[in-house]
């Protein structure tokens, strides 16, 4: 068999990536192991947040800019406005590289000492030394309801989806890659894009042998306490002086697949960094008590609201990072004029995928594209790099 491009996993970035080549008119096979959107990626849990004053760095923000334009474009369903607050203390990293973003792209914020976030959001509950970053350009994305619907998008402009069968391996070859497929199929094609999510480690090769790891993150949902609808509660990220970074969501509806009260409306509270080493052929595991105890002491001081409201299920996840927490998106060092590799998200990128998914056409087209992608280079964690 032959095509133009195979895209191997068709999760965030690589159905992005299907349909944007699609669109294109190229012909594209895309293939994962599952039929997604699905509960064995790293899109589950019905919402993540979308902010353009980006903490992680300033290399971000115009790729973000992009990406609300393309979110946009998708319709007002994908994409809830609620305004997003990064806390902490003004020397800690979520607050001082957001306002250092802010200030560099001129993005309106505000910076709020503890009483105005408390007067604004009574919800929140800051230290008197822990300031905010507020920013109107926040909000939540939907990933499960946007696969779908790049999925099916693509399928329509004659992209070949195929589920249920797994990519094992690839190689150069003469014209373009050969991909193997367990079953010991093997498609030629011009192009080959590397996005299977917690499986990346099995197509990336030993040059990038270490350049992700898999880890399990658990995702907490209780029914909206009074106060939580956005635009009365932003999307937050917080970092507190000597305790777990942490995340949530103002009120929206429960994520799909089960697991969570669907009848009313949820509120989301997550940790960031937690240890927790996962295998993506078992799963994440499901949440312990000592998981919900966690995260309830976490919020009993600063959102106690949240803490006594009824709790309406959890859903675990997966993140599948890179040792600097940055992107790895580019040529593979193998075969960079055949191969390109989408990996790593590092549990902060779902919001970049649809430019992610122009970024690796234009690698699959041309070769090269117009955003800058230095600081994701895979060459970074490569023994030729």
């Not at 068709?10 to 039929?35: K, P, Q």
Request: overall charge negative; aromatic content about 8%.
């Amino acid at each position: 068999m032959r095509t133009e491009v195979v895209v191997a996993g068709l999760g965030s970035m690589g159905a992005a990536a299907a349909r944007e080549l699609a669109l294109r008119g190229v012909r594209v096979v895309g293939i994962d192991r599952f039929t997604p959107p699905h509960s064995r990626g790293e899109h589950t849990g019905g919402s993540r947040i979308i902010r353009s004053a980006y903490a992680e760095g300033q290399a971000y923000v115009p790729l973000v800019r992009r990406a609300y334009e393309l979110w946009r474009s998708f319709g007002d369903d994908l994409l809830t406005m609620s305004g997003g607050l990064n806390l902490g203390l003004p020397d800690s990293a979520t607050v001082s590289g957001a306002l250092a973003s802010a200030r560099a792209y001129g993005l309106a914020h505000e910076l709020l000492d503890a009483p105005e976030i408390r007067h604004r959001f009574p919800p929140l509950h800051p230290a008197d030394d822990e300031v905010g970053v507020f920013e109107a350009e926040a909000g939540i994305v939907r990933p499960e309801a946007a696969i779908a619907r790049w999925l099916a998008d693509a399928a329509r402009a004659d992209a070949s989806l195929v589920y249920g069968r797994v990519v094992t391996g690839w190689r150069p070859a003469a014209e373009g890659v050969e991909v193997e497929l367990a079953d010991g199929e093997h498609i030629h094609a011009d192009h080959l894009v590397v996005a299977p999510g917690p499986w990346a480690a099995d197509l990336l090769g030993e040059v990038l042998a270490g350049a992700v790891r898999v880890e399990s993150r658990i995702q907490h949902y209780w029914v909206s306490p009074p106060g939580f609808r956005p635009g009365r509660f932003p999307v937050w990220i917080w970092e507190p002086p000597d305790d777990v970074v942490a995340y949530g969501m103002p009120a929206f509806d429960a994520p799909p697949g089960g697991g969570v009260d669907a009848t009313r409306p949820v509120v989301k509270a997550a940790f960031h960094h937690v240890d927790q080493p996962a295998d993506p052929d078992v799963g994440a595991p499901d949440a312990t008590c000592d998981d919900v105890e966690a995260i309830t002491a976490w919020l009993r001081q600063r959102i106690p609201a949240l803490a006594v409201a009824p709790a309406s299920g959890t859903k675990p996840c997966l993140y599948t990072l890179t040792p600097d927490e940055h992107f790895l998106l580019g040529p593979h060092p193998v075969a960079p004029a055949a191969v390109s590799v989408a990996a790593g998200f590092s549990g902060h990128g779902f919001k970049f995928a649809p430019v992610i998914g122009e970024i690796l056409a234009d690698l699959a087209q041309q070769g090269h594209t117009r955003h800058d992608i230095a600081l994701f280079d895979p060459l970074r964690f490569s023994p030729r790099g």
